[in-house]
C-alpha cells in the first residue's frame, strides 16, 4: 500500500481556526490585527489634558470637556441639596429662593425671621426693593437706548424691506426725553428711599 501524503501546507490563520473549533470558541480571532494604535494613558478623577486643541477632564468616571463657562453653569444650576441646611430642594419656591440667595426657601424663611429678631429686617427689605428698582431702571435705560439706536426700516422673514417710519422725528423725541426724564425721577425716588429707610 501507498502512503497517502498530504502535500498542502497549512497556513497559520487555518491551524488557529482548527484549535478554535477544537476548544469550541466558535468567535475567536484567527488573524492578529495590524495598524496603528493610539498610546493610551490611564487618567484619574478630576485631571485635566488637552487633546485634539481641546481641554478635557474625568468627573465621575465619564470623560468630559470643559468649557470656559462651566464656572457659570456651576453657579446657575440649581443644586439637589441646599447648601446651607442640606435638606433637599424639590419645592417649588426653592427654584425662586436659589436664584435670589443661592439657599433653599426655608433657610430664606430662617434668614429672615433672625433679621426681624434682631431688628434689620427694614435695612435688609429696603437693599432688596431698592435693588429690585434699580435693576428696572438699567434695563430700561437699555431699552431706551436701544430705541435711539433702532433704525427706520426692518428686513421681513420673506426679505421684504418695510419703511417703518409712522411717527414723526419729533413724536419719537418727545416719548424719549418724556422716558428719560421718568427714569430720573425713578433713580432720585430710590436714593431717597434708600436714605429714609436707613
Not at 497549512?10 to 492578529?32: G, M, P, S
Not at 498610546?39 to 485634539?52: A, C, H, L, Q, R
Not at 430700561?140 to 427706520?152: A, C, N, P, R, S
Amino acid at each position: 500500500m501507498k502512503e497517502n501524503l498530504l502535500k498542502k501546507e497549512f497556513k497559520y490563520r487555518d491551524v488557529q481556526r482548527a484549535r478554535n473549533i477544537i476548544k469550541k470558541d466558535y468567535n475567536a480571532r484567527t488573524l492578529e490585527g495590524v495598524g496603528y494604535q493610539k498610546s493610551f494613558e490611564k487618567k484619574k478623577e478630576g485631571d485635566i489634558w488637552e487633546e485634539d486643541g481641546k481641554s478635557w477632564t474625568l468627573k465621575n468616571g465619564i470623560k468630559q470637556s470643559v468649557s470656559k463657562l462651566d464656572l457659570v453653569r456651576k453657579d446657575v444650576t440649581k443644586p439637589l441639596l441646599c447648601p446651607s441646611c442640606s435638606s433637599i430642594m424639590n419645592y417649588r419656591l426653592d427654584n425662586k429662593m436659589w436664584k435670589i440667595h443661592g439657599i433653599c426657601y426655608d433657610c430664606v424663611i430662617d434668614m429672615e425671621h433672625k433679621l426681624r429678631v434682631l431688628g434689620k429686617y427694614a435695612e435688609y427689605e429696603s437693599a432688596m426693593i431698592t435693588g429690585n428698582l434699580m435693576a428696572w431702571a438699567e434695563d430700561m435705560q437699555v431699552y431706551v437706548e436701544d430705541i435711539l439706536q433702532e433704525t427706520e426700516t426692518h428686513v421681513t422673514e420673506e426679505g421684504d424691506i418695510e419703511d417703518w417710519r409712522s411717527n414723526t422725528d419729533e413724536q419719537k423725541r418727545k416719548v424719549l426725553v418724556n422716558m428719560q426724564d421718568y427714569l430720573s425721577q425713578v433713580t432720585k425716588a430710590v436714593d431717597g428711599l434708600d436714605t429714609k429707610l436707613k
